[in-house]
């Protein structure tokens, strides 16, 4: 098993959806929860990030971690054509250790 | 103007041949990261530095190195025994100094650069 599983996709919402994006984990040590968004031959940004559970808000996004059932979720409400990218999710044990990443999943918005 | 460079953007290698990617960073961070990200595999991590002079294997460090001479520098060498080398190589950096009072202590972001993506012919 993989340590952070992520839905494949790919994902094709029209304007204005709400959209919820997953990943699961293994190891129970993951502290850090990070959703990066990458666009088309880019290097990936970092979107939201959220440490141990809870749930943190940022305008259109919610990042969600329920360390219970070690799921991991971003909101994206309003989805706008601009929103268009790959999304990853990722852990980390520590702040100073290394990140472990999802597969990734592309969302496409349409206008 | 603060970030992460690489280059070139493109690169094409001939199979046998030895290629350098190059990553250049000017936010005075201490950690510089080499990631590989190929079609539906998220990104794996190939070699890492904490400190000038000194680096670790990651993940997929075969058929890889890498050099830490200055601290806005890491080169990533692809060398002829990575026997499936084309893929979308990324760059990152972070603070990665534990204990630094600031905004990043407790998180220590990693920065990513353009990415290069090499083609092996």
């Known amino acids: 098993q993989k340590e952070v599983e992520q839905d494949p996709g790919p994902l094709s919402v029209p304007e204005g959806a709400i959209v919820s994006l997953n990943c699961t984990y293994s190891?129970?040590?993951?502290?850090?929860f990070m959703w990066y968004r990458q666009y088309s031959r880019k290097g990936p940004e970092l979107l939201m990030y959220t440490y141990s559970s809870g749930n943190k808000e940022d305008g259109r996004f919610t990042a969600q971690v329920d360390k219970s059932s070690k799921y991991i979720s971003l909101f994206i409400r309003d989805s706008q054509p601009s929103d268009s990218a790959t999304y990853l999710c990722?852990?980390?044990?520590?702040?100073?250790?290394?990140?472990?990443f999802g597969k990734g999943i592309t969302l496409s918005v349409r206008p | 103007d603060g970030g992460i460079t690489q280059s070139p953007k493109y690169l094409f290698r001939k199979e046998g041949q030895n290629v350098t990617l190059s990553c250049e960073q000017n936010?005075?961070?201490?950690?510089m990261y080499w990631y590989r990200q190929d079609p539906g595999q998220g990104l794996r991590l190939i070699y890492y530095s904490q400190i000038v002079n000194d680096f670790q294997k990651g993940d997929i460090a075969e058929g890889y190195s890498v050099s830490r001479e200055k601290k806005e520098s890491f080169p990533l060498t692809v060398t002829s025994a990575q026997k499936n080398p084309t893929a979308f190589y990324l760059c990152?950096?972070?603070?990665?100094?534990?204990?630094?009072?600031?905004?990043?202590?407790?998180?220590?972001?990693?920065?990513f650069g353009p990415g290069t993506r090499l083609t092996v012919l």
């Open positions: 990722a852990t980390k044990t520590g702040a100073n250790s290394k990140l472990t």
């Open positions: 936010l005075n961070h201490d950690a």
């Open positions: 990152a950096s972070s603070i990665d100094r534990g204990g630094l009072a600031g905004a990043y202590a407790s998180y220590n972001e990693q920065f």
């Open positions: 190891n129970s040590a993951f502290q850090y």
